[in-house]
């Protein structure tokens, strides 16, 4: 995921949070906004439906936090009902520079509800909390310690697959920007304006020429070429 995509954020969207269509109409990047949902949303609910396991909500409901101070964002979650939520920071979407990459955002968001990254998430977390407490019963550590070794594991637990679940949201993101009319590939020209994390030890995210690569090989796959 990229700095402009953090996918698997558990957290709901705070006060202030507002409906795309209620406060992006004014400024053309507010208008090309509201093309790529009307767009993208049927293709990734469908997809959903097509793909998801029986049960989990498809109907996506695609946010904007209009707050000017916040940096340029977006996430993916579910409200208390297991509604799957897609939040865009108004800058995130002032930063764009096309339509194709608000499109791949989105469709990198909606993959990670599609791919039950959040669930697997919080599996993983649980995991490792576990972990941590059974080391620290082990050892005799106090109630203190226990607590401390009990999340760190759980937050090594959460990064366990972060790197797989990114590119797992980045190949299915892709082919439904692809599936809605927009270009996955120059989408992606949000990794040339952000730092690059290589792989970084414990990293979330994985190189950016190792996502522009998946995301090429999907679209080279769609589109019936050789991938390379």
């Not at 989105?106 to 993959?111: I, M, T, V």
């Not at 690059?196 to 070429?225: C, I, K, M, T, Y």
Request: proline share 7%; hydrophobic share 45%; net charge negative.
């Amino acid at each position: 995921m990229i700095t402009a995509a953090l996918a698997g954020c558990v957290q709901m969207p705070g006060a202030g949070m507002a409906p795309t269509a209620a406060i992006m109409r004014p400024a053309p990047p507010a208008n090309s906004f509201v093309e790529v949902v009307e767009r993208v949303e049927p293709v990734a609910e469908g997809m959903c439906r097509a793909s998801a396991p029986r049960g989990v909500n498809c109907d996506l409901e695609i946010m904007v936090d209009p707050r000017p101070d916040q940096q340029p964002n977006a996430f993916q979650t579910v409200d208390d009902r297991g509604r799957p939520v897609v939040v865009f920071t108004l800058t995130l979407i002032a930063a764009a520079q096309n339509a194709d990459e608000i499109a791949f955002v989105l469709g990198h968001e909606a993959a990670h509800h599609i791919a039950g990254h959040i669930p697997r998430r919080q599996q993983t977390a649980a995991e490792g909390a576990m972990l941590g407490a059974v080391f620290a019963e082990a050892t005799g550590a106090d109630q203190a310690t226990m607590a401390q070794l009990q999340r760190m594991g759980a937050e090594l637990g959460a990064r366990r697959f972060s790197k797989e679940f990114e590119l797992e949201a980045d190949a299915l993101g892709a082919e439904i920007t692809w599936r809605a009319g927009f270009d996955p590939v120059r989408g992606t020209g949000f990794f040339d304006r952000l730092p690059d994390p290589g792989d970084q030890f414990l990293g979330s995210h994985p190189a950016n020429a190792q996502r522009r690569a998946q995301v090429a090989a999907v679209v080279a796959q769609l589109e019936g070429w050789p991938a390379y």
